[in-house]
């Protein structure tokens, strides 16, 4: 289960470290960083370390929950496009920003470039060498025999390509587009600028497959064939494939690579460059509807991707398979590849389940893509709708401290996860004396309440020191000394090692929290009127108790609507939207509380299904 990230660096404005001005910033974006890694740690810990074959080998008498937990995680590692999402919106955030203080077009390009760059080599650096997974990493995870650690990972994963070279291609791409989208001043015309990464992001789908098959003939198999020693042809080793293999394997992968390849993430990447430009726009343009308008896009892509995921599913149960096959255990490890986009083609046929041809419907691809990326859409808007548009960003920010913290160096986090490795000796060596032996549910939850203690403790300290030796501080301290239009924004006094130092003080406790709400902080009587008028937040907890009461996959919005509800009835007066919404969230809630339960009792073997 993959579920990648990246760092924050293109949100964050570069300032004056003299300057005690918070910075700007929207509570959503950074909410969705923190969540996003620690939802990413849990799954990872979860896939690195529960025994599954255990759980498996006598799954029917097991609670319904592990049942749900093995449709429900997969799925959730398949949205790192949620993270791809976040980056390119407050990329564009940024460069709106800077467009509207003037800067050049093109030092705002070469920014792009350089930051971009940048990110690519300490993405191939994270996964190759100083990674979790690299041969730094590896080394946490041989605690009790160092020398089997494959200390040779650097030769071929400095090109595994993740969601974090993704964005570091999409900063460059995007960069160049937005800049030649933005000549004579066109930036300034949002209906133009929003209709043309409309375009761009339909003619990326569009010629997805086409460019998988250029790349297939290019390099026959690309990308699950192997060399003849065994090595894939997608990671070539350093020091044992051809030289031009080596040059040419960065861009391959960029093209047509296992996981989330530009074609077609890139799409995904111009939808966060629209919401963007929505955001960055003065507040009293931005349509109220706008987040409803964007959810209701993501609800019709997961629902057709669900339907069409569910049609797939169908089609490789009913395949024809050798004998002693269960076509059951095809196609749920079939499902369990939902995380790697690239498995959803036809073309992975051969890899999904050892000795077996799978028959993987044409364009398959496209159901998992429009699913993984549509809740990601509709959860990113929600947050916005939830926070952004209530004018609650402050609310929040305080009571989101400590899972916020988390996405300030996202990018170090994510490299770091080899501390999940020790957490895994530790628990391990206590429990049963074994190091390194798979638990099952009891063990992973200890593991992980560890490996949530040891990063608290080391970002809370970490931010004293303005989080210098991060990664985001090499990034920002290149960056910021080589490029000009950021070069400008320090004064003369601050010294080289300074620029990359990140102030957690402007962008974490006291930072200017951002909201789009119609009424500010100064209201006159006649606004609050109307906000009691319109009962906005009435009708909003409505929305949600109904969708709470009246659905499976999404009764968690029950406890949205009641807070809603709860503080609609305080700032709107009683009302019988409100009333109704507070009767509906409680009834959700009674019911969510009930399926847990409910779940927790019965066995998988009571279904019938197995």
Not at 42 to 68: E, Q, R
């Amino acid at each position: 289960m993959k579920f990648y990230l990246v760092n924050n660096m293109t949100a964050n404005i570069s300032q004056d470290i003299n300057s005690k001005a918070g910075s700007k910033r929207f509570l959503t974006l950074d909410i969705s960083r923190g969540l996003a890694i620690v939802v990413m740690l849990i799954l990872h810990i979860t896939g690195d370390t529960l025994n599954i074959d255990k759980l498996l080998s006598d799954f029917n008498s097991l609670p319904v929950i592990n049942l749900l937990a093995l449709i429900i995680l997969p799925f959730l590692g398949g949205l790192a496009g949620f993270f791809l999402i976040v980056s390119a919106t407050g990329n564009m955030i940024s460069m709106y920003r800077e467009l509207n203080k003037g800067h050049s077009i093109k030092g705002i390009v070469l920014k792009q470039i350089i930051s971009g760059v940048l990110l690519l080599i300490f993405a191939m650096l994270t996964e190759g060498l100083i990674g979790y997974h690299g041969s730094f990493g590896e080394f946490f995870r041989h605690l009790d025999n160092p020398s089997q650690a494959p200390w040779q990972n650097f030769r071929f994963g400095w090109n595994i390509f993740e969601t974090i070279h993704t964005i570091a291609w999409a900063l460059i791409i995007n960069g160049c587009v937005q800049g030649l989208l933005s000549l004579k001043g066109n930036w300034k015309n949002t209906k133009r600028m929003i209709i043309s990464y409309i375009i761009l992001a339909i003619a990326v789908v569009g010629l997805t497959q086409p460019i998988w098959n250029l790349v297939a003939k290019i390099v026959p198999g690309y990308p699950f064939a192997t060399y003849p020693n065994g090595h894939s042809i997608a990671t070539p080793w350093i020091g044992y494939e051809p030289f031009w293999d080596i040059i040419r394997a960065p861009f391959l992968t960029a093209l047509a690579a296992p996981m989330e390849p530009l074609f077609p993430y890139l799409a995904v990447s111009f939808i966060g460059s629209i919401i963007g430009i929505v955001l960055s726009q003065p507040k009293e343009k931005i349509s109220k509807n706008f987040p409803r308008k964007m959810f209701l896009v993501g609800t019709v892509m997961f629902v057709s991707g669900l339907i069409g995921i569910v049609f797939i599913l169908l089609q490789i149960y009913s395949g024809t398979y050798n004998s002693g096959t269960d076509p059951l255990f095809v196609t749920i490890e079939f499902y369990r590849y939902i995380s790697f986009h690239r498995h959803w083609g036809s073309d992975a046929m051969n890899v999904i389940y050892p000795g077996e041809v799978v028959h993987i419907p044409p364009f398959s691809w496209i159901a998992q893509f429009v699913a993984v990326n549509g809740l990601s859409l509709m959860f990113f808007m929600f947050l916005f709708r939830f926070i952004e548009f209530r004018g609650k960003s402050k609310t929040y920010a305080d009571k989101t401290k400590n899972f916020r913290r988390f996405g300030i160096v996202a990018f170090s986090n994510y490299n770091n996860q080899w501390l999940y490795f020790y957490a895994f000796y530790f628990v391990t060596s206590v429990l049963t004396f074994n190091a390194y032996q798979k638990p099952l549910w009891c063990g992973v939850f200890l593991i992980i309440l560890l490996t949530y203690l040891l990063y608290s403790v080391i970002l809370y300290y970490w931010e004293k020191i303005k989080y210098i030796g991060s990664l985001e501080w090499f990034i920002k301290t290149v960056s910021n000394n080589i490029t000009p239009v950021r070069r400008k924004s320090f004064a003369p006094s601050v010294k080289w090692w300074q620029k990359g130092l990140i102030d957690a003080d402007k962008t974490f406790y006291n930072a200017e929290w951002i909201n789009l709400d119609n009424v500010g902080k100064m209201q006159q009587e006649t606004e609050m009127n109307e906000v009691r008028t319109e009962k906005r937040d009435s009708k909003f907890a409505l929305i949600l108790s109904l969708v709470g009461v009246c659905s499976i996959l999404f009764m968690p919005a029950s406890i949205f609507g009641l807070g809603v509800s709860i503080n609609a009835r305080k700032t709107e007066n009683k009302n019988k939207i409100n009333t109704a919404a507070f009767i509906l969230s409680i009834i959700g809630c009674v019911l969510l509380v009930g399926m847990i339960i409910t779940t927790l009792i019965v066995t998988v073997g009571a279904l019938g299904l197995f």
